[in-house]
T-cell receptor, first 119, second 110 residues
Framework: GAVVSQHPSRVICKSGTSVKIECRSLDFQATTMFWYRQFPKQSLMLMAT?????????EQGVEKDKFLINHASLTLSTLTVTSAHPEDSSFYIC???????????????FGPGTRLTVT | RKEVEQDPGPFNVPEGATVAFNCTYS??????FFWYRQDCRKEPKLLMS???SGNEDGRFTAQLNRASQYISLLIRDSKLSDSATYLC???????????FGTGTRLTVIP
């Protein structure tokens, strides 16, 4: 089956630093990737939709200058949390949609997630 | 109002029991419906899609009631390995992403 990796799986950083999270589709190409965030005991909430070769689309309330998304190739999207603060501590999960497959919902593969802790 | 609402539980049931989870969604234009399973500190994984006619996959049965905007999941003969959080997920016409409920936590006890 399709595999999506995320790196790092866990990161602890100091307040004010920036953290980059990578999401890779290992055995398929993904024109579209999604970034979600999950706080403890809460839903996964979509942060942004990442499209290869174009700007990401951010959900309402998500600061695009704070959460920088780059989708420079068909197998890699990165999320950079800039000037991270303790309230950014969360579980960040990406999903990838295989290129050429109709219907986003049926074909989304999730990465294993990145747990970010900002101290 | 949340797009998808679920009873967070927890549901603690003995092995072999039958347990049912319900979920309601707010947008009548919701298009597709799913149950995902999420283990602690892991990514969600698709358990099954939900169709209006109802569908079954082994011990798992899913039902959709569009009129009431309600989805259910029934697990029969619970196993210890069924312990997880079950997420109700919907999509909407014109939107690419998945809308997740907060999940219902199930613990199957020996």
């Amino acid at each position: 089956g399709a595999v999506v990796s995320q790196h790092p799986s866990r990161v602890i950083c100091k307040s004010g630093t920036s953290v980059k999270i990578e999401c890779r589709s290992l055995d398929f190409q993904a024109t579209t990737m999604f970034w979600y965030r999950q706080f403890p005991k809460q839903s996964l909430m979509l942060m942004a939709t990442s499209n290869e070769g174009s700007k990401a689309t951010y959900e309402q309330g998500v600061e695009k200058d704070k959460f920088l998304i780059n989708h420079a190739s068909l197998t890699l999207s990165t999320l950079t949390v800039t000037s991270a603060h303790p309230e950014d501590s969360s579980f960040y999960i990406c999903s990838a949609h295989p290129s050429g497959v109709a219907g986003f919902a049926y074909e989304q593969y999730f990465g294993p997630g990145t747990r970010l802790t900002v101290t | 109002r949340k797009e998808v609402e679920q009873d967070p539980g927890p549901f603690n049931v003995p092995e072999g029991a039958t347990v049912a989870f319900n979920c309601t969604y707010s947008n009548s234009a919701s298009q597709s419906f799913f149950w995902y399973r999420q283990d602690c500190r892991k990514e969600p994984k698709l358990l099954m899609s939900v169709y209006s006619s109802g569908n079954e996959d082994g011990r798992f049965t899913a039902q959709l009631n569009r009129a009431s905007q309600y989805i259910s999941l029934l697990i029969r003969d619970s196993k210890l390995s069924d312990s997880a959080t079950y997420l109700c997920v919907v999509t909407q016409t014109g939107a690419n992403n998945l809308f997740f409920g907060t999940g219902t936590r199930l613990t199957v006890i020996p």
